[in-house]
Each structure stands twice: as structure tokens, then as C-alpha cells.
């Protein structure tokens, strides 16, 4: 469902409906990736061999018990441009136990090795474009025995117009950021961030999240967490619960989801105790313990090979064990 954006509840502009209909391209051929700083990249070997990368399990994909309440929306940022292919670059699991009142948000990295059923081995951040949401969906079941109920895609410019529609956000930069940009505040081409509390518009939080000139993948993932957290505290600050339909059919002009209105609702609730109990939400990362730096050899490409046990490990944590 995409929804046309009209209003800004925080000004008085008004922002395009953003173009997020993006075809299913199974043609499509992979991209390298370019070598990620501060990655340690493990020599190819024939014991280590990326070919069948999750046969290095111990455990089945049995996840917590817990997951049978849980509602887990999976929330993607894509790179799609018009008259191109996309990636989604960001990946985010966003896990809601509306009996305990609790949201765990796991990253998972672009560049995480997969299977991709019907199309063999691939980064996790092709499924999306290569099969949509059913395939992202099979992906994730097998891969990690998840279960994904709804998604919620974004493009850039409906980040942007998602984030100025909200009048700017203040993000909470653990790590300062120093890198490339083309942004009227850069200075000879770089933009810094400082650690604490950063005021962002859209252009602005959008080169946060994507930029990786001089950062990793896993980098990368905190920082898209830290946008999503500072989001929740805009709409809780300008009264979102107060107001769920007003700001519903503002904003969901700027993403592409399942998600209806009806879906919403029953989730009032709990946003209500995350605003007032900000320790129930609750974040985990897809990190180098979870998962390493390989090159395959056949391309040369740059991947993460995922370690499945420590990953289900973390997947478990977030579901409350």
C-alpha cells in the first residue's frame, strides 16, 4: 500500500508522494563491494569455503518459543534510483511482544552471505529486488527460521521527506563520523559528527546512514539504529499516539508497506509503555562476532560469511532468553 504524504505536522510545506514502486528485477547481476575499513578479510582456503556458507551451523534453525507472539516487521531503506536496480542497504528486524511490552531491533548487514532460495548464494541485501517480499520473506525462514509478518520500505527520497515532514530529528551519535559529502555544511567535501546529540534534516541523516567511506558495514547498522530510535522520540514528542490517524496518513506516503491503519492499532499500547519505559527497547547487531570478512574467490567479491549459530544466539537474546 503507498499512500500520498500531504501535510507536515511540525511546519507547513508540503512533500511529494515519494515513487517507491520498485520492480522485481531477477536478472539483475550482482555488484562487488568495495573493501569495507576495518575489516579483517580471511584468506580462501578449501576448508573454508564460502560455497555452502551456512553448513558451518551446529544447532537447527530453531529459534525461542517466544517468537510464536512476537510480530516481527522487517524494515528496509533501499538505494533505488530511476532507471536502475537497487539494493536494500538497510536491514532491520523490528521484534514487538505486545504480552511483555518489549521491542528488540536486530541490524543485519548488506553485505551478509545467504542462500537465497531459488537463486543460490547471494548478500542479503538482493532479496528484496530479485523476488519482492515473498522471496525476502522464504529468505529469512530459511536462513534464520524467522518469521516476518509485514515490511516497511523506504527509498531515499522518501527518507528524506519522511524525516523533513517531521521537522528534523536529533540523532544520538555514539561515534563521531568524518567523511565524504555533498552537503551545503561540508567543508572541503567532509562532513563531520560529533558523539551526542546531532539535529539532522533529511539529507543530512540520510548521509549518516549511508555513509561508509570511512567506516564497515557493522558501523553502518548502529547508525541506522540510532536514526530509527531518534524517529520514535520525534513522533512520540509531537503526540503520535495522540493523533495515530493524523500522522498515519501523513507519513505513510513516504514508505511502501502491508501495514493498514487496522494493522496499527492494536500496537497503541505498547508504543504508549516504549515512550514511557524507553529500557524495554531493546537493540542488537549482526556483528563481526556473527559474522567475518571473506573474499570469494570465483569474483572477488567483498561478503560477510555468517556464523548461524551466533547469530541465532543473538536472535534468541532479542527474543527475550
Not at 545467504?114 to 528484496?128: D, H, K, W, Y
Request: hydrophobic share 40%; aromatic share 10%.
Amino acid at each position: 500500500m503507498l499512500i500520498g504524504c500531504t501535510s507536515d505536522p511540525a511546519n507547513s510545506g508540503t512533500y511529494a508522494r515519494a515513487e517507491l514502486l520498485l520492480t522485481q528485477n531477477p536478472g539483475m547481476e550482482p555488484s562487488r563491494t568495495p573493501f569495507q575499513p576495518g575489516l579483517t578479510l580471511q584468506t580462501p582456503s578449501s576448508s573454508n569455503d564460502p560455497s555452502a556458507p551456512l553448513t558451518g551451523a551446529t544447532t537447527q534453525l530453531t529459534l525461542s518459543p517466544a517468537y510464536s507472539h512476537r510480530t516481527n516487521i522487517l524494515v528496509l531503506g533501499s538505494d533505488w534510483r530511476p532507471n536502475s536496480g537497487y539494493r536494500t542497504d538497510v536491514i532491520l528486524l523490528i521484534s514487538l511482544d505486545k504480552i511483555h511490552g518489549d521491542v528488540s531491533i536486530i541490524s543485519f548487514p548488506r553485505d551478509l552471505w545467504v542462500s537465497l532460495p531459488g537463486f543460490g548464494e547471494e548478500r542479503i541485501n538482493t532479496a528484496m529486488e530479485f523476488g519482492g517480499l515473498p522471496l525476502a520473506q522464504e529468505m529469512f525462514l530459511q536462513n534464520f527460521g524467522l518469521k516476518i509478518d509485514h515490511y516497511i520500505l523506504t527509498n531515499f527520497q522518501g527518507f528524506m521527506s519522511l524525516v523533513n515532514t517531521l521537522g528534523g530529528i536529533n540523532v544520538n551519535a555514539a561515534r563521531e563520523l568524518y567523511d565524504t559529502c555533498n552537503l551545503p555544511q561540508a567543508s572541503a567535501g567532509y562532513c563531520f559528527i560529533g558523539p551526542g546529540l546531532n539535529q539532522m534534516d533529511g539529507a543530512t541523516t540520510l548521509w549518516y546512514v549511508r555513509s561508509r567511506g570511512t567506516t564497515n558495514d557493522f558501523d553502518r547498522t548502529r547508525r541506522a539504529q540510532e536514526v530509527l530510535r531518534a524517529l520514535f522520540e520525534k513522533l512520540i514528542s509531537l503526540d503520535a499516539v495522540g493523533k495515530p490517524s493524523y500522522f498515519f496518513s501523513n507519513l505513510s506516503g513516504t514508505v511502501e508497506t502491508d501495514l493498514s491503519f487496522e494493522d496499527i492499532l492494536p500496537f497503541i499500547p505498547l508504543v504508549v509503555n516504549l515512550s514511557s519505559n524507553p529500557a524495554n527497547i531493546r537493540q542488537f547487531f549482526i556483528g563481526p562476532s556473527e559474522a567475518y570478512g571473506y573474499i570469494i574467490p570465483s569474483t572477488g567479491a567483498n561478503v560477510l560469511l555468517p556464523n548461524i549459530d551466533a547469530i541465532l544466539g543473538i536472535l534468541n537474546q532479542a527474543a527475550g532468553e
